[in-house]
């Protein structure tokens, strides 16, 4: 009986055809829907049709929930059944720069055309879509801070309620909406991410760019048949629906002669995120200059194409997939550095327009513009692949002490399984000691990154408590526990200021009072004043400076807090 209702509802929905219409529509390409609207047109959605199910999903910056849309043929919105009914699973994030709405409006005529059957979804591929991830962004509307973009009318602001980036977020997790996406994540644990966005930079003719997941990280062929077979699909794709896609363009003034590289996606960004779980990112990129109208047209083609090309391909994927994951659990060694390969590149047809200059109407002096009147068509190289280095051998464990919550807790939210120490015990593991790091001297999105870190690795005994955490290196979370847990990751927690709080001595001494101890010190261990004694030989200045070796003396003895400047993430070494 529901079924004959929503049915009847949906046929009336159909044949109403204001009720159809979303803004952009209404006002053909001008306006993005505001974030209410948007949500209001799920619901609506759901209400109509037994193919949608809207839900909330923790709590956001800006006091409202992550809301998550699911889709799906036949009515069923368990996520581990999709996986079990060997469903593609494909997840759409939509406004995390709500200044580039163009997803937003999109994903609501996508969903809305699969409720009345004007686009067919494939029985064997299931959707889901964040409509609005930048809340905060989003319900601060304005028509000024995109000021190279063309249109909408109006349209939200980069930052979130905490005046963050949110595409810089996805492993420090500052923001309730970064915690809220993971939650989202490993619900669904996508085949695909799509996160849509709009461009800045150079002009051209395309009207939509691609980024892609780093080939090379998701290993295990899984990078090789996205690069080989899946990726040259979907331009195809969309060539037959009249929207030449090319890479995402990364330079603005440079010629194109000197070739296109491909954007390397650290952690902080949603590819790189989702590619440390061995799902496929891509983050289409409409060109800012190119009309609203344009722009959200042939981001709703390019989801379109993902899903039809999805749907020919589901079994290999899935295949493809579990074989990477199997892989990362039996992984031992992993590249921590990338580097483009300028050996190895492809061609791309490319859509530019000369550039040529002029006095400028701002400032009278000269300036550099794209002459629209003179298109040009060229092969362009197309730096693709990314050469790997600096590989760090995995432990067979971490251990982790629970103080360390900030963490752990994060850990968990990502699936990591772990474990507690059911009493007090001791354990030989292998400990890194920081011996030298660079911060930023400026804020980055709420931090002072840290990086160029060195450390000296040793072995010691270490007393863990009850409730420690110790992690096991034979989980599909592998790729994740290596890249934040290792102090020489590009978004490790070290690099995000987690564990700063070693980086500070606690303790200390006075000079005077320390002098007449550091002589008991030297005269109780030989080996140390012949220490001292060397690098006095060694180091004129040092010779000279009485404090300096007071300090030289202390940090040698047992009176120094062995805490400090001690990584307390442990590695348990694999026998």
């Known amino acids: ?36 609207e948007a949500i209001g047109w799920y619901k609506n959605l759901d209400k109509i049709s037994a193919k949608v199910l809207v839900k909330e999903m923790g709590i956001t910056d800006a006091g409202y929930p992550l809301h998550l849309v699911m889709v799906s043929n036949d009515g069923r919105f368990d996520a581990v059944q999709w996986h079990k009914q060997n469903k593609a699973v494909i997840l759409i994030n939509n406004g995390i720069h709500p200044g580039e709405p163009d997803g937003i409006d999109a994903s609501m005529m996508l969903v809305r055309d699969i409720v009345t059957n004007k686009i067919k979804l494939p029985d064997n591929v299931a959707l889901a879509f964040i409509p609005v991830y930048n809340i905060g962004g989003c319900l601060n509307r304005n028509s000024w801070s995109r000021a190279n973009q063309n249109g909408p ?112 996606d650290p952690p902080r960004y949603s590819s790189g995120y989702a590619a440390l779980f061995q799902t496929i990112g891509f983050v289409p990129e409409t060109h800012m200059l190119k009309p609203f109208k344009d722009r959200v047209l042939s981001t709703y083609a390019f989801s379109q194409t993902v899903i039809e090309k999805v749907s020919a391909v589901a079994a290999e994927l899935i295949r493809q997939r579990k074989k990477a994951r199997e892989a990362v659990t039996q992984q031992r060694s992993f590249p921590f550095k990338w580097s483009v390969d300028t050996a190895a590149f492809t061609f791309v047809n490319f859509k530019g327009y000369e550039q040529a200059y002029k006095p400028s109407d701002a400032t009278g002096l000269n300036r550099m513009y794209y002459d629209r009147s003179k298109p040009f068509t060229k092969a362009v190289k197309f730096f693709n692949s990314f050469k790997a280095s600096n590989f760090i051998e995995a432990p067979a464990a971490y251990i982790i002490p629970q103080g360390w919550h900030a963490v752990t807790d994060l850990l968990t939210l990502n699936n990591v399984q772990m474990q507690q120490f059911k009493r007090d015990t001791v354990i030989e593991v292998e400990v890194y000691r920081i011996d030298d790091y660079r911060s930023m001297p400026r804020p980055y999105e709420k931090h002072h990154k840290n990086s160029g870190v060195k450390v000296t690795p040793g072995i010691q005994n270490i007393r863990f408590l009850k409730g420690d955490h110790i992690i096991w290196l034979n989980q599909p979370a592998n790729r994740y526990l290596v890249e934040m847990l290792e102090l020489t990751g590009d ?85």
């Open 491 to 575: 978004d490790s927690f070290f690099a995000w200021n987690f564990f700063d709080a070693v980086l500070q001595q606690k303790e200390g001494y006075s000079d005077y009072r320390w002098d007449d101890l550091a002589a008991e010190v030297l005269q109780n261990n030989p080996a140390l004043k012949t220490k001292l004694e060397e690098k006095k030989k060694g180091d004129e200045k040092f010779a000279g400076n009485g404090s300096e070796q007071l300090d030289f003396i202390y940090k040698n003895s047992p009176y120094y807090e062995p805490g400090h400047n001690r990584y307390p993430v442990y590695r348990l070494i694999r026998k």
């Open 153 to 264: 009318l109006e349209y939200g602001f980069r930052g979130n309620a905490q005046n963050l980036d949110l595409n810089r977020d996805f492993t420090k997790s500052d923001s309730r909406n970064a915690k809220a996406f993971a939650q989202v994540f490993h619900l669904l644990d996508p085949d695909i991410l799509i996160d849509n966005h709009v461009s800045d930079g150079a002009d051209y003719q395309h009207t939509m760019t691609l980024l892609t997941t780093q080939y090379d990280k998701l290993g295990a062929g899984l990078g090789d048949w996205l690069r080989e077979n899946f990726e040259p699909q979907l331009y195809k794709g969309m060539a037959d629906k009249k929207w030449d896609m090319v890479p995402y363009v990364s330079f603005e003034t440079a010629s194109p002669d000197r070739g296109m590289q491909m954007f390397f």
């Open 1 to 36: 009986m529901r079924k004959l209702f929503l049915l009847t509802i949906t046929i009336s929905f159909f044949y109403s055809t204001d009720a159809q219409l979303c803004r952009f529509e209404k006002t053909n390409g001008m306006e993005s829907a505001t974030y209410f």
